[in-house]
């Protein structure tokens, strides 16, 4: 309920849980739902539908799903690929509008939650309404858009500049657009997600020789097992006695494609499948690995590498990916490249051989910097970074 003085912030986000599908990541949810005391939040779910006539036909034609006055969840038409992008986001702001005007909302922000379609549409309604807009960045998606879409680029440069506030989760997508873009002179907020655990364990002194990774094991394309699985191989060529347990649960198929991986590279021996772990249970398994590793091909910040780190376990990330940037020189965070098995296992080995200094340093991050990383900090970075959006209209 809305008190004297609240302002409303109108969301658009395509990856918000919502009737369509309650699978969707929370990192833009769990911001929205420890910030209600401060901010009447209005959001807009989005969710396009490909296979159809329409989207050929009518790209933009907009199905009402549900709405609970809060949450309102919408499907659009739109092919694949980003095609008729552009065009499709403006029947979605032409929609939103005419929602906004028939709830007769007053809103004093729009917060587009990706630069690349959201954020095509809040500068649109923002525009119209007289107030500002803001952008939260998503890495993969953003720079996917942007690179390739050279024809909608002077559209991305406008909506970047133009924004009274960008969020990123990580430093690297930050860097990586100020390239294609420019350099922004409006405020950039670096604000990570909030993991789902966040309990913070120190290191432990004899972690043992197991390394962990964890995700949807319907993803594991991208999240790039086989290699994975071909470094820990390697890697055993100087450490014979390490051994990789994959965390996560997924599709009867994708659980035996993952299997078949194991069996072609001989690793089963060495890999094991432990199946999908409670968000009370990650982090404790995290701790009794020597250390954690997931260079998954795109990626635009993984809670699951903060997670780790918070656990006391040193990580692996895909460098240009995920959190690069937040750990520049730090030994028990290595950016490795996703594409070379030489680059991941040497990683391993690195960390498997210096864990007594690695996990020093580690403990000394944990006491000075890890609570920046965990849920009070964060709400308290997006309060301050949301009232500065909203600045020109207060």
Same mark, same amino acid.
């Given at each position: 309920?809305?008190?004297?003085? %609240?302002?409303?912030?109108?969301?658009?986000?395509?990856?918000?849980?919502?009737?369509?599908?309650?699978?969707?990541?929370?990192?833009?949810?769990?911001?929205?739902? =420890?910030?209600?005391?401060?901010?009447?939040?209005?959001?807009?779910?989005? +969710?396009?539908?490909?296979?159809?006539?329409?989207?050929?036909?009518? &790209?933009?034609?907009?199905?009402?799903?549900?709405?609970?006055?809060?949450?309102?969840?919408?499907?659009?038409?739109?092919?694949?690929?980003?095609?008729?992008?552009?065009?499709?986001?403006?029947?979605?702001?032409?929609?939103?509008?005419?929602?906004?005007?028939?709830?007769?909302?007053?809103? %004093?922000?729009?917060?587009?939650?990706?630069?690349?379609?959201?954020?095509?549409?809040? =500068?649109?309604?923002?525009?119209?309404?007289?107030?500002?807009?803001?952008?939260?960045?998503?890495?993969?998606?953003?720079?996917?858009?942007? =690179?390739?879409?050279?024809?909608?680029?002077?559209?991305?440069?406008?909506?970047?500049?133009? #924004?009274?506030?960008?969020?990123?989760?990580?430093?690297?997508?930050?860097?990586?657009?100020?390239?294609?873009?420019?350099?922004?002179?409006?405020?950039?907020?670096?604000? &990570?997600?909030?993991?789902?655990?966040?309990?913070?364990?120190?290191?432990?002194?004899? &972690?043992?020789?197991?390394?962990?990774? #964890?995700? +949807?094991?319907?993803?594991?394309?991208?999240?790039?097992?086989?290699?994975?699985?071909?470094?820990?191989?390697?890697?055993?060529?100087?450490?014979?006695?390490?051994?990789?347990?994959?965390?996560?649960?997924?599709?009867?198929?994708?659980?035996?494609?993952?299997?078949?991986?194991?069996?072609?590279?001989?690793?089963?021996?060495?890999?094991?499948?432990?199946?999908?772990?409670?968000?009370?249970?990650?982090?404790?398994?995290?701790?009794?690995?020597?250390?954690?590793?997931?260079?998954?091909?795109?990626?635009?910040?993984?809670?699951?590498?903060?997670?780790?780190?918070?656990?006391?376990?040193?990580?692996?990330?895909?460098?240009?990916?995920?959190?690069?940037?937040?750990?520049?020189?730090?030994?028990?965070?290595?950016?490795?490249?996703?594409?070379?098995?030489?680059?991941?296992?040497?990683?391993?080995?690195?960390?498997?051989?210096? %864990?007594?200094?690695? =996990?020093?340093?580690?403990?000394?991050?944990?006491?000075?910097?890890?609570?920046?990383?965990?849920?009070?900090?964060?709400?308290?970075?997006?309060?301050?970074?949301?009232?500065?959006?909203?600045?020109?209209?207060?």
């Amino acid at each position: 309920m809305a008190t004297a003085g %609240q302002p409303t912030i109108i969301h658009i986000s395509a990856d918000f849980p919502d009737a369509v599908s309650q699978s969707k990541t929370r990192a833009i949810s769990a911001l929205l739902d =420890r910030t209600d005391d401060e901010f009447l939040h209005r959001v807009y779910s989005i +969710n396009r539908v490909g296979r159809s006539a329409d989207a050929w036909l009518r &790209p933009g034609k907009i199905w009402r799903v549900a709405d609970d006055g809060r949450l309102a969840t919408w499907k659009y038409a739109a092919p694949p690929n980003s095609v008729f992008l552009a065009r499709s986001m403006r029947a979605l702001a032409r929609e939103i509008l005419h929602d906004i005007q028939a709830m007769q909302l007053n809103p %004093q922000l729009v917060h587009a939650h990706k630069l690349s379609f959201e954020g095509l549409v809040a =500068r649109d309604v923002a525009s119209t309404l007289g107030i500002p807009f803001a952008l939260t960045l998503q890495g993969n998606t953003d720079q996917k858009l942007v =690179r390739i879409r050279r024809d909608l680029r002077q559209k991305y440069r406008t909506v970047w500049h133009e #924004a009274s506030m960008a969020i990123a989760f990580s430093p690297w997508i930050r860097d990586w657009l100020s390239g294609p873009l420019g350099q922004r002179e409006k405020p950039v907020e670096l604000i &990570p997600c909030i993991p789902v655990a966040d309990r913070i364990i120190e290191p432990r002194e004899n &972690p043992g020789t197991t390394i962990a990774t #964890a995700f +949807n094991l319907d993803d594991w394309r991208n999240k790039n097992i086989a290699t994975l699985i071909s470094a820990c191989a390697r890697a055993r060529d100087s450490q014979p006695e390490l051994r990789l347990e994959i965390a996560g649960g997924g599709s009867k198929a994708s659980l035996e494609a993952v299997d078949r991986l194991i069996a072609e590279n001989n690793a089963t021996g060495f890999v094991q499948r432990i199946g999908r772990l409670s968000a009370g249970e990650i982090q404790a398994w995290m701790n009794s690995a020597c250390l954690f590793a997931l260079p998954s091909r795109r990626e635009s910040f993984g809670m699951v590498f903060i997670e780790a780190l918070l656990a006391g376990t040193p990580v692996i990330y895909p460098r240009g990916a995920a959190i690069d940037g937040w750990f520049p020189t730090a030994p028990f965070a290595r950016g490795v490249s996703a594409k070379s098995v030489d680059s991941v296992s040497r990683a391993i080995v690195e960390i498997a051989t210096h %864990q007594e200094a690695v =996990r020093g340093a580690l403990r000394v991050w944990q006491a000075e910097q890890a609570e920046r990383f965990r849920e009070t900090s964060i709400i308290t970075r997006y309060r301050k970074a949301t009232n500065q959006a909203l600045a020109p209209c207060i």
